[in-house]
């Protein structure tokens, strides 16, 4: 895999501050489109055919990964937080967290848990609930937290321990959802040859996709594609029961063909699974409780044919997550085989078939 994949996953950027992961990326998409797209909440892509007589195929991760938000500071110096995206809070306790300034410093910090000595009266509890967590970053009260740099609304980060497994196939790290599809975005378009695919592409990345997918709707308005895939990394079910729709890692990619907010079009559906059979490309079905940028990119304007390509990973949205590098072999080769497929004939034979 790519350096970019490590490198954008060691950057903070929580919903509603994206601007390190997308100066980021912004770099990177300069160098492999002919123009850059920005909408105003901050989604940004790349094109590359802009003017080819073709469909319009828009390709998305996003930049945001879940964490918190400071929401104030004790008279003791100890930082109040709110989670920003969906996080399941027992796994906050005892863990290490940065405060992250608008200049992109680090503050850290360590979420607070009382040890078994101070729980042994009955009347006593562990703080059970997000908002009741404190973040000590040492400070002696308030105001010496306001001179280290603490301000209400900055995010906070889980500290990043990217490494690989002994075997070497599989990495931990933060923030693969969904800082995978927004590499994997960067990724496509360095790999394909324009030449090769019959449609215009834009690849990039959405802003605010955990807190109600909130960057898609004003990304689709702005390049009005005929065809949407979102890359979205998908928690796996492996490591605590065996589906068949679960997912598991080295499974290959996962066929999203239901959420609550989005069912995937028949159409849609049958090219994709012809198109890895064809290509002797991995894959398995999911199906999910939660949504991606897909279901709300279909409901733009009179409507947008969407998939989702979900990439395998075990413990999102918690302090660290685990992938698999042969499923990340079969995301890109699924996305470079479906793009050399999206003609107009193509996209009028899938919507015949809703």
């Known amino acids: 895999m790519k350096k970019y994949y490590q490198d954008l996953v060691n950057l903070p950027g929580v919903s509603g501050h994206e601007k390190h992961v997308r100066n980021y990326l912004k770099q990177h998409l300069e160098k492999v489109s002919e123009k850059i797209y920005q909408d105003k909440l901050g989604s940004i892509f790349g094109v590359i055919n802009e003017h080819k007589d073709g469909p319009t195929v828009m390709l998305a991760g996003h930049m945001d990964e879940v964490g918190a938000m400071v929401s104030g500071i004790t008279d003791k110096g100890f ?32 979420v607070g848990a009382k040890p078994p000595h101070l729980l042994r009266d009955e009347t006593s509890k562990q703080v059970s609930s997000f908002d009741d967590f404190l973040l ?29 497994t002994k075997d070497k196939m599989k990495i931990f790290s933060k923030a693969w959802d969904d800082r995978f599809g927004t590499a994997m975005a960067l990724d ?14 834009y690849a990039g990345a959405n802003v605010q996709e955990e807190v109600g997918l909130r960057g898609a709707k004003t990304a689709a308005y702005m390049i009005k594609p005929d065809f949407f895939i979102a890359v979205d990394c ?10 068949d729709t679960g997912g598991k890692l080295g499974g290959g990619f996962m066929i999203r063909f239901y959420d609550p907010k989005c ?31 897909a279901a709300e ?25 685990m992938i698999h590098k042969s499923d990340y072999e079969a995301v890109k080769a699924i996305i470079m085989a479906m793009l050399k497929e999206l003609d107009q004939q193509k996209i009028e034979s899938i919507r015949q078939e809703v």
């Open 297 to 321: 990119v279909q409901l733009s304007e009179s409507g947008v044919l969407v998939c989702t390509i979900g990439m395998p990973s075990r413990y999102i949205h918690s302090t660290t997550s």
């Open 136 to 164: 000590d970053i040492g400070a002696d009260n308030k105001e010496h937290a306001s001179a280290l740099g603490v301000k209400i609304g900055q995010m906070i980060v889980f500290q990043n321990n990217y490494q690989e």
């Open 263 to 293: 069912i995937l079009h028949q159409g849609v559906r049958r090219f994709i699974e012809e198109t890895a059979q064809k290509h002797n490309i991995k894959y398995q079905y999911y199906k999910s409780l939660g949504s991606t940028d």
């Open 188 to 201: 496509i378009l360095e790999s394909i040859d324009k030449n090769e695919i019959p449609c215009r592409l």
């Open 234 to 243: 998908s928690p796996c079910a492996d490591a605590f029961e065996e589906t």
């Open 79 to 110: 930082i109040k937080m709110i989670p920003i995206g969906s996080i399941n809070p027992p796994v906050a306790l005892s863990q290490y967290m940065s405060i992250i300034t608008a200049e992109g410093e680090s503050i850290p910090g360590v």
